[in-house]
């Protein structure tokens, strides 16, 4: 297992001050200023299985529970520093969940109003925590981007429609992928002191992958490589694999907030510098819930998982001894009713991907 040296103080003082994220001080300002610095866990099982070192971002430790908050606090500080929200404004967005309970946050620490559109097929767990955190939602029908009535064009024109407003527009403004640029990539690079053969993680709006893809890319002289780990439903796999041709979306997909059915301006600045892509089913993804949960002791989210799955599927390519990093983007504490309900699983058809020594955890009717 790597150990990390701790940084100088003045070391910390600059990186607090040049990326804006939170430091290893006592203290830090409010919600805002404990976003980031999240640990870097050592998978140990999944390491000694492959003989490799296979390591999770724990984003889940960010005080809005997932990754997202980074690009919440990275979207909301850009409209402020161009000056787009003022004092007393609506931030309104169309998200899938984590992203609007980002912020959520945001605006209550700063006291803005929040207005979130989103697809009526997410889990009850967010809808709920996003009313209880004051958020004004609208639960609208999932339909395709290219549809008028896509829950973000319904948010932009809503926006639109009234004063001191802003669309945060995560999927298209590249604000998102640069506060994973300056906060997420030097993170993991610090935590792995450089040692990195490869990052993978899947993609929603691309922020993720394409910030902290880029920032490795630079910092390891393009000696990291950088993989797409891609849901059923989504076009990015086969985008990536047939070198650009972008197919019709088909089919879905039991993770929530990622797959893509087109190139996002966020992806657009890292997509042809991504390395490959690794297709993960919806079976191997349940699975690696469970066995999280077993041999870890982590309790995440189907993304988390499918992300997992990816790290070790390419650390197996990569060969033994390799060094892969992905991102554990969320607890499961938001999907627990469909996770590990067998009636959902069931319904599904996910009830015997559960390995059946696992299916103890299944304690759902």
Known sequence: MLRIPLLPTL?????????????????VDGFTGSVGNTPLIYLKSLSEQTGCKIFGKAEFQN???????RAAVGVVRDAEEKGFLKPGGTVVEGTAGNTGIGLAHVCRSKGYKCVIFMPNTQSQEKIDLLRMLGAEVFPVPAVAYENPQNYNHQAREYAKSIPNAIWTDQF????????HYISTGPEIWEQTQGEIDGFICSTGTGGTLAGVGKYLKEKSKCKTQTWLADPPGSVLHSYITSGGKLTERKGSSITEGIGQGRITHNLATFVNDITGSIHISDEKSISMVYQLLDTEGLYVGASSALNVVAAVELAQMMGKGSKVVTVLCDGAYRYQSRLFSKK????KGLEEAIPEHLKK???LD
């Open 344 to 347: 959902w699983l069931k319904a």
């Open 361 to 363: 955890y299944s304690v």
């Open 172 to 179: 298209d403004n590249t604000a998102n992928a640069y506060a």
């Open 11 to 27: 070391r910390r003082e600059v990186l607090r001050t040049s990326r804006g994220y939170t430091t290893n001080r006592i203290a």
């Open 63 to 69: 005080p809005g529970g997932s990754i997202k908050d």
